[in-house]
């Protein structure tokens, strides 16, 4: 149907909504009365529906004109937002892309921190799980998941992937529990807090008891089942049960003590975080220095 309805008629009927009043729509649009009604009339006769009704001077929507005009408004106001980087003079904008947990539990403070320090920057965060989003050549920064390896991106090791049970000291102080001391056997009665597998090579509670030298023999049930991994960390600290921690990106809250780590077992994946930057494109100033930031704040 948008192959027969010009594009001009949504920015006419859109200022039409706003104003109410076809000459004040025509003001801003800098066109006669007459022509905002022919363009009304036009879509009304495309759509095959009213969408305004008319008691002399006075405007309404019809509920269809409601339902188109809040449906334009948005499809406008998406448009504008997404032509702002072609602007002149506007701030410039940088695009990194990471999956919720990285972005929830690692890189958000950094690039508040970062922000804070260059007004004249204004960086775009992509958060998905989503594999092919995450490697689009579309972002300028990506952090991915990775053994460090991929045919678009160079990429740098950021944070190993150590996996270790986590929980808050007050889910320790309740169970009367002695962190360092406690076996696999001890950790698999607990109540266990996992997270689907996003990614094949993602490790939860049943693969990493598998990979330790003396597994527990009693069987893997998880308690609660999240969604995302940061969900998962978040209960941890709740104190609502046991998860697993990677080690880098829950470094701030080993040091703060809201997690402890349980048992004295860790598992290295040979997986990791690793930021990456275009093979086949020069990086923006701005955004090379926003890649030095997130490595010198390791």
């Not at 339902?67 to 072609?86: G, K, M």
């Amino acid at each position: 149907m948008l192959d027969r309805i010009p594009l001009e008629a949504f920015r006419v009927y859109d200022a039409a909504c706003r104003f109410m009043n076809f000459s004040r729509a025509g003001r801003e649009l800098h066109i006669t009365q007459a022509a905002v009604s022919r363009r009304i009339q036009g879509l009304e006769d495309q759509l095959g529906t009213k969408l305004f009704t008319r008691r002399g001077r006075n405007l309404a929507l019809t509920p269809q004109g409601e339902r188109l005009a809040q449906r334009v408004r948005a499809t406008l106001e998406y448009l504008e937002e997404s032509l702002e980087p072609f602007r002149g003079g506007g701030l410039e904008t940088i695009s990194i892309a990471a999956s919720g947990s990285v972005s929830h539990l690692w890189l958000a403070k950094r690039l508040k921190d970062f922000d804070n320090g260059n007004p004249s920057v204004s960086v775009r965060l992509l958060t998905t799980d989503a594999p092919s989003e995450l490697a689009s050549e579309a972002n300028d920064l990506v952090i991915l998941y990775s053994t460090g390896e991929h045919p678009r991106w160079n990429l740098t090791p950021l944070i190993p992937e150590i996996l270790v049970p986590v929980a808050s000291p007050d889910f320790v102080a309740r169970r009367n529990l002695t962190p360092a001391d406690l076996l696999p056997d001890d950790i698999a009665r607990l109540d266990l807090i996992d997270y689907e597998r996003f990614n094949a090579h993602w490790i939860s509670f049943r693969q990493w008891f598998a990979r330790l030298r003396n597994p527990p023999k009693t069987r893997i049930l998880p308690r609660l089942s999240f969604s995302t991994y940061s969900l998962a960390v978040d209960a941890a600290i709740r104190g609502e049960g046991v998860t697993l921690g990677s080690h880098g990106l829950i470094s701030e809250e080993l040091a703060s003590g809201s997690l402890v780590e349980l048992g004295s077992d860790r598992i290295e994946t040979g997986y990791g975080y690793h930021l990456g930057m275009p093979r086949y494109r020069s990086l923006t100033p701005n955004a090379a220095r926003l890649h030095q930031h997130l490595l010198l704040g390791l």
